[in-house]
């Protein structure tokens, strides 16, 4: 039976490396409050909405492409030496972040914090699950997976208070909490014998990623401002487009490519990773549609709109335990889909009510509160549901890929909010063709859970892809 200060020294480490996630988790939901300040303050200079648009997917690009890669490099070398790292290249850049002059580059401070956020995300786990004695590992697990939405609930609230003050304490406030937690690190948290055979990621793979997805979004975001048609924005699809050719020919030819492509032969995690993608783009869409019409349509505060933003955030950890407690056996795919069709429902709702008029508690929170709903049922059981059918040895990786999908997903919603924003004279009809955008994304994923359900046999109940899913390369 362990100590009391064994005991004391788990919580500490538990805390320390959850609350890395946290951080990191937090750290978007901040910036996205801060946007509109961040680009009244800055776009002084000429830069438009579709400009500022990239403090926000160039994180997320560099963050998804990187992840896969990070994780593995963190096995090969050190765990406890990546988490560290990570979190210094993150805290100094949050530091730098408050100090840009100009967009790019705050852009390019905001592309370094991901490089750590990256390198510390799977390493924490990691970290966690070797701390602690196997009867705590899956309670600690879920901890660590519910700091997101922990995140998601006090981000919009705690970024709106720190505007009030001024947009660069949203970065600056990673400072102290940063430094409290690499000392904690470096004085708590136990190293774990890394793997020094396993094979090098792919960062060339990485670099494509980052490279196809930015083009694409590249002439999405500026299509409006460039011509649709102008050489740069054509050339910014064909770039998009020779990056994917690239990356895929390298998944095929690379000892260890970001995406081992047997994984994509498991139907479950294949389809997973559609409704991934699908429904995070309607989740970016829609949580930076609402900041930006309640802001810039309605003349909300940062503060006033980081309180009604919360309104949704709180239901996600709230719905996420119901749903377990009563449907504790309830297939992923189904619950992904039904949250689908809510997050579908919730942004028809606000196109049904929407009116310029600030009227909050008849408009935006009915169908915020509803999307609440359905982020905590689908956004749990993505990740549930893509690695159900995989082996032990590949759940690790399989779950680095689903948070990949997801963050591309936010990316390429971001970027349809942006370009279909841009694209309408009238902000009441923009918004209101952004929230059928949502409402589409949403109902295409519910469309991809459906064949994530794991097809039985009367052998051992398995799947039969689990006998042929990929082994650990």
């Not at 995070?280 to 609402?290: E, Y």
């Amino acid at each position: 039976m362990p100590s009391q200060s064994q005991r004391r020294r788990e919580l500490l480490v538990t805390a320390v490396l959850v609350g890395a996630t946290f951080l990191v988790s937090l750290d978007l939901f901040i910036v996205n409050v801060a946007f509109d300040e961040i680009g009244r303050d800055l776009a002084s200079g000429g830069a438009s909405l579709a400009d500022v648009s990239w403090v926000l997917t160039t994180y997320a690009v560099v963050y998804a492409a990187l992840l896969v890669p990070m994780g593995r490099l963190t096995d090969r070398y050190g765990r406890k030496g990546g988490f560290i790292a990570g979190l210094v290249v993150f805290t100094l850049a949050s530091a730098a972040c408050g100090f840009a002059g100009s967009v790019w580059q705050l852009v390019a401070f905001r592309a370094i914090q991901a490089i750590g956020a990256a390198a510390l995300t799977p390493a924490s786990l990691g970290l966690l699950l070797a701390a602690l004695p196997e009867a705590r590992r899956a309670p600690a697990a879920r901890l660590w997976a519910l700091a997101g939405a922990v995140a998601a609930a006090l981000g919009p609230a705690v970024g709106g208070g720190l505007v009030q003050i001024s947009w660069q304490w949203a970065f600056w406030i990673n400072l102290p909490v940063g430094v409290a937690l690499i000392v904690g690190a470096a004085t708590l948290v136990p190293d774990v014998r890394h793997n020094a055979g396993a094979p090098r990621p792919d960062l060339a793979g990485a670099v494509l990623i980052a490279l196809g997805v930015g083009a694409l979004v590249l002439g999405l975001v500026e299509g409006n401002d460039w011509g649709w048609t102008s050489g740069r924005v054509v050339g910014a699809f064909v770039v998009a487009v020779l990056a994917a050719a690239a990356f895929a020919w390298r998944t095929t030819h690379h000892p260890s490519p970001v995406v081992d492509p047997a994984l994509l032969r498991v139907r479950t995690f294949r389809w997973a990773n559609a409704a991934t993608l699908l429904f995070n783009l309607g989740f970016g869409a829609n949580l930076l549609a609402g900041i930006l019409w309640m802001q810039q349509v309605w003349g909300y505060s940062a503060l006033r709109t980081g309180l009604a933003v919360a309104l949704g955030p709180v239901f996600v950890p709230l719905t996420a335990i119901i749903a377990g407690r009563i449907a504790p056996r309830a297939r992923p795919g189904r619950l992904v889909a039904l949250g689908s069709v809510l997050a579908a429902a919730g942004a028809l709702i606000m196109v049904a009510l929407l009116s310029p008029t600030p009227a909050y508690w008849t408009t935006v929170a009915p169908g915020w509160a509803v999307t609440g709903v359905a982020v905590g049922l689908a956004l749990p059981n993505l990740v549930a549901g893509a690695t159900a059918s995989l082996p032990v040895t590949q759940v690790s990786t399989g779950s680095g890929v689903v948070t990949m999908s997801r963050q591309i997903g936010q990316v390429l919603g971001v970027s349809l909010l942006v370009c279909v924003v841009g694209a309408a004279t009238d902000p009441t009809t923009a918004f209101r063709h952004a929230w059928l955008l949502v409402a589409a994304a949403s109902a295409l994923a519910a469309l991809a859970a459906i064949p994530m359900e794991v097809r039985r046999t009367a052998v051992g109940g398995r799947s039969p892809e689990v006998a042929s899913a990929p082994t650990s390369r």
